[in-house]
């Protein structure tokens, strides 16, 4: 059974509400909304959303701001303890849309050696990436330091679409808090390159090209936050020490 688990901090005006439904339908999923202890009205549009559709959504109310990372983390181990196969999350603001989402679902199931595939913003022909030039240079360094930490060469670890294969792996990479609010899909990443390194998987994780992607405004990641998430990739590499 798959679960999309959407993270939201204070999204009251950025959650597009038709996109949720859209998702149940097109990806036949169960929607854990993750409230990470937002102070507009998120928390009453989710619960509304729930009561429109009992069987599909689930909300998962944090009493307190933990960070994107450990709100994700939170949805994950919802998922896990409750059946879950493949769990997925992606941003409140669908920058990537549900036909892009469904395309990383169909490729992880394709692949059964995988473990994870995560969309990449590629600009190339057939596909609409929009995105600021200041961003996706800086998301281009980003991506360099994030290679360098792994020891692997990954496009874009920062995109908000990834699925998972719910295994012990998978669950034991989503078992232990993350160090950074930002940064923590480099650390999942990093802990199942780690546990699965004996094995020399060169599919364990795979990369799909997204079709559309949208920059919508009113990011939460503010050049303060980018340039800490910077120096917390040393303290990720360091801690993934102990997942080989």
């Known amino acids: 059974m ?5 993270p939201c901090f204070n999204e009251e ?16 999923c169960m929607v854990v909304l993750v409230d990470d202890g937002s102070t507009d009205g998120t928390l009453k549009i989710l619960n509304k959303l729930s009561l429109q559709f009992p069987q599909n959504i689930d909300v998962l109310p944090l009493s307190a701001n933990v960070g994107k990372g450990e709100a994700v983390r939170a949805g994950f181990n919802y998922a896990f303890e ?6 997925l999350f992606c941003d409140a603001d669908f920058a990537v849309g549900p036909y892009d989402l469904l395309r990383i679902c169909n490729t992880l199931d394709e692949h059964t050696e995988s473990k994870a595939v995560i969309g990449s913003r590629i600009a190339m022909f057939g596909s609409n990436i929009q995105r600021s030039a200041f961003r996706h240079y800086t998301g281009r360094v980003f991506a360099t330091l994030v290679s360098l930490t792994l020891g692997h060469q990954i496009y874009d670890t920062q995109c908000g679409a990834k699925v998972f294969k719910v295994d012990n792996e998978v669950m034991r990479a989503f078992s232990e808090p993350f160090l950074s609010r930002w940064a923590f899909d480099v650390e999942v990443i990093g802990r199942l390159l780690r546990m699965e390194q004996s094995r020399k998987n060169q599919t364990l994780i795979l990369e ?11 990011t939460k ?23 080989s």
Not at 222 to 235: A, F
């Open 208 to 218: 799909l090209p997204l079709l559309n992607w949208s920059e919508i405004p009113g």
């Open 13 to 28: 005006k950025r959650l597009i509400q038709g996109e949720v439904t859209k998702c149940i339908e097109m990806l036949n």
């Open 221 to 243: 990641l503010n050049l303060v936050s980018q340039l800490r998430t910077v120096l917390e990739l040393l303290k990720i590499r360091l801690s993934l020490k102990d997942w």
């Open 2 to 6: 798959r679960f999309l688990v959407i």
């Open 82 to 87: 409750h059946g879950a196969t493949r769990v």
